[in-house]
Nanobody, 112 residues
């Protein structure tokens, strides 16, 4: 019943932008924080950002400060991660996490 669907990834050149979506089913995302994680092949999973139940966007990585912005649309039960000025180091599978649920992940590739 519970499902988180990540989408919005793709191939983008350095400096480009992408907006990721995390749509929830069977859960209400507005009741708690939704986290964004990323993991590149062979690397540790990183906590990237979170949007709190009070709609505060928290960036956990210094490298994404000022570039990544999270938001929420409660009517759509969806959270978003807007990623600007993308760098090759941002290449990873991005997944949302809510309480104990994971999205399936969406691939972001930043390459010339």
């Amino acid at each position: 019943q519970v499902q988180l669907v990540d989408s919005g990834g793709g191939l983008v050149q350095p400096g480009g932008s992408l907006t990721l979506s995390c749509a929830g089913s069977g859960v209400t995302l507005s009741r708690d924080a939704v986290f964004w994680y990323r993991q590149a092949p062979g690397k540790e999973r990183q906590r990237v950002a979170a949007i709190t139940s009070s709609n505060r966007c928290v960036n956990y990585l210094d490298g994404v400060q000022g570039r990544f912005t999270c938001s929420r649309d409660d009517g759509k039960n969806t959270v978003y991660l807007q990623m600007n000025s993308l760098k090759p180091e941002d290449t990873a599978v991005y997944s949302c996490y809510f309480i104990s649920y994971w999205g399936q992940g969406t691939q972001v590739t930043v390459s010339s």
